[in-house]
């Protein structure tokens, strides 16, 4: 017989937050947002934390390699999308890893024989201002000076004179050896006030160049997610269809984490993809599953040799009609408290520690806040990335407005059968689970996180929380009223205008 659960399927906008006791000592910036990616055994560390709880969706709109470095440089975790080819996504991995952290290999070179007017044709075309003079123009090759754009003048010196006219000869360079620390080049620039240092091997060939600005960036930057060879660290989606091939290539492009991208993951086809990996990688793979709404779905992804994470979240993305088209899904908050209680029986039962991942529908900063106070351990979200710099769309004025296309992985846009398919491989898709959508432009993911970030912080010091594991263990939530949502507003006031964050009014 039909079984119907008690209660009804809630969401993050009918609960609020209840204030607990703020001691003197607290404050939004002392607060601590890290939080475990990995599975936590028992009495050991946490395998791999990201130092902001947010990560971004696996979608096309979405998580592209430039998204991923913004992201990973304010803490957080980006997945790339897997519907495309292989290599594409490898590449992206790829353009991640490759990223500067110190030692950056130099794309922008020349030879002492090219005239001025070719370098300054080079610098407009790469933006950097600083070149390397090698005898063969590579960015290896051996160093013969350096030419910056402070060397000459544009408009007074004749563009037609050869660049080793105007360089500073490689006697006069100051530079590292190659094998020291990047501590060491950045004293050696700020010793000799340099703003870019190369190091050289042995035989006097350029190996990379280090720069001042990079050090500054970084130390603005203190959240930075960085693996043990200082490169930021990048997430990536996988699917139950072609997970043998895609792991070994994400893997060897230096992805951090997978994570299988499936509406439903409560299959079969993805245990069996865990297995897969579990057998050829073993445990140090950071693997995540998912998506998974009840804690029958936890039982069965989770365990020794299990997913690492588990996402949580069907039907309640911005962009989603999974709900509407077929009938099955479930409220993104009763969901998460179902599989955040079973995963806290799951740790008193085995000292076992699976961190949850609320996923999708999240539409305001209140809400992220309620999911993190409910138990998930990180957020991610789709919309909330596609409306900034950095999501891989175009801008698109309409109306003097600027907006970015956003859609779903559901589309006929998208086309990513393997993320609702049956497991067969049918590339057909029958109906579409998602829209194709816009969204208004606001800023960079630096600009938004600010934001977001000082409001959690902020409402853990209400909540008596220095860490997202207080806040887990102090949160007390009530049920609102449709009257308390109303009140929560602003009332018989006249507003000239709206002044109201990214999120268009959300929960105003
Ligand atoms: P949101 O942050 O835009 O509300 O939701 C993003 C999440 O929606 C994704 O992480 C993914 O789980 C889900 N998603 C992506 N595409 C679709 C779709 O086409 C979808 N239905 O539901």
């Known amino acids: 017989m039909t079984t119907i659960i008690d209660g009804v399927s809630r969401t993050f906008a009918?609960?609020?937050?209840?204030?607990?006791?703020?001691?003197?000592?607290?404050?939004?910036?002392?607060?601590?947002?890290?939080?475990?990616?990995?599975?936590?055994?028992p009495n050991q560390l946490p395998r791999f934390k990201i130092n902001t709880p947010i990560v971004s969706a696996a979608m096309q709109s979405v998580s592209g390699s430039e998204l991923a470095i913004s992201l990973a440089r304010q803490g957080g975790l980006a997945f790339i999308f897997c519907s495309q080819a292989i290599e594409s996504q490898a590449e992206m991995?790829?353009?991640?890893?490759?990223h500067k952290a110190g030692f950056v290999p130099s794309d922008t070179n020349t030879t002492p024989q090219k005239t001025l007017n070719e370098v300054i044709a080079l610098m407009k075309q790469t933006g950097h201002s600083t070149v390397p003079v090698t005898e063969d123009g590579s960015g290896t090759?051996?160093?013969i000076g350096l030419i910056t754009d402070q060397d000459f003048w544009e408009f007074e010196d004749d563009l037609s004179d050869p660049v080793m006219k105007y360089m500073t000869p490689i006697e006069e360079v100051i530079y590292g050896e190659e094998g020291l620390t990047l501590r060491e080049a950045n004293r050696l620039l700020h010793k000799h006030k340099k703003k870019c240092l190369p190091i050289l091997d042995k035989a006097g060939h350029l190996t990379s160049l280090v720069f001042k600005k990079d050090y500054e960036d970084h130390m603005r930057h203190p959240l930075e997610l960085l693996d043990d060879s200082k490169r930021l660290c990048v997430g990536a989606a996988i699917n139950t269809h072609d997970y043998r091939e895609r792991v070994p290539a994400l893997?060897?492009?230096?992805?951090?984490?997978?994570?299988?991208?499936?509406?439903?993951?409560?299959?079969?086809?993805?245990?069996?993809?865990?297995?897969?990996?579990?057998?050829?990688?073993?445990?140090?793979?950071?693997?995540?599953?998912g998506n998974i709404v009840s804690a029958e779905g936890f039982d069965y992804l989770v365990g020794e040799g299990g997913v690492d994470f588990i996402k949580v979240g069907m039907g309640g993305g911005s962009i989603c009609i999974t709900r509407?088209?077929?009938?099955?899904?479930?409220?993104?908050?009763?969901?998460?408290?179902?599989?955040?209680?079973?995963?806290?029986?799951?740790?008193?039962?085995?000292?076992?520690?699976?961190p949850i991942c609320s996923d999708g529908g999240l539409s305001n900063d209140t809400q992220i806040v309620v999911a993190l106070a409910m138990g998930a351990d990180f957020v991610m979200m789709g919309r909330y990335f596609a409306m900034t710099e950095e999501s891989p769309t175009p801008r698109t004025s309409i109306n003097g407005q600027m907006y970015k296309?956003?859609?779903?992985?559901?589309?006929?846009?998208?086309?990513?059968?393997?993320?609702?398919?049956?497991?067969?491989?049918?590339?057909?898709?029958?109906?579409?689970?998602?829209v194709d959508a816009y969204v208004p432009l606001v800023g960079t993911v630096g600009d938004v996180l600010r934001t977001t970030l000082y409001k959690l912080r902020s409402t853990m010091v209400n909540v008596g929380a220095d860490s997202l594991s207080d806040f887990r263990e102090q949160a007390v939530l009530t049920l609102v009223s449709e009257q308390s949502v109303v009140e929560a507003g602003t009332s018989?006031?006249?507003?000239f205008s709206s002044t109201r964050d990214y999120e268009g009014g959300g929960n105003s």
């Not at 899904?329 to 806290?344: F, T």
Request: no cysteine; aromatic share 10%.
């Open 405 to 434: 296309p956003y859609w779903g992985e559901g589309t006929n846009r998208a086309q990513n059968w393997q993320r609702y398919g049956d497991g067969t491989e049918s590339r057909e898709m029958v109906f579409e689970e998602g």
């Open 492 to 495: 018989t006031v006249f507003q």
């Open 251 to 289: 893997l060897a492009a230096g992805a951090d984490v997978l994570s299988f991208d499936s509406s439903d993951g409560f299959t079969e086809f993805q245990k069996e993809g865990i297995d897969w990996i579990r057998q050829e990688f073993g445990t140090d793979v950071v693997l995540g599953g």
């Open 141 to 143: 090759g051996r160093l």
């Open 93 to 98: 991995v790829h353009q991640v890893k490759a």
């Open 14 to 41: 009918e609960y609020l937050l209840i204030p607990r006791l703020t001691r003197k000592e607290q404050r939004p910036d002392l607060v601590d947002l890290s939080s475990p990616i990995a599975v936590v055994e």
């Open 324 to 354: 509407e088209q077929k009938g099955v899904g479930r409220g993104q908050a009763s969901a998460l408290l179902d599989v955040v209680k079973r995963r806290d029986e799951y740790f008193e039962e085995t000292g076992r520690y699976i």
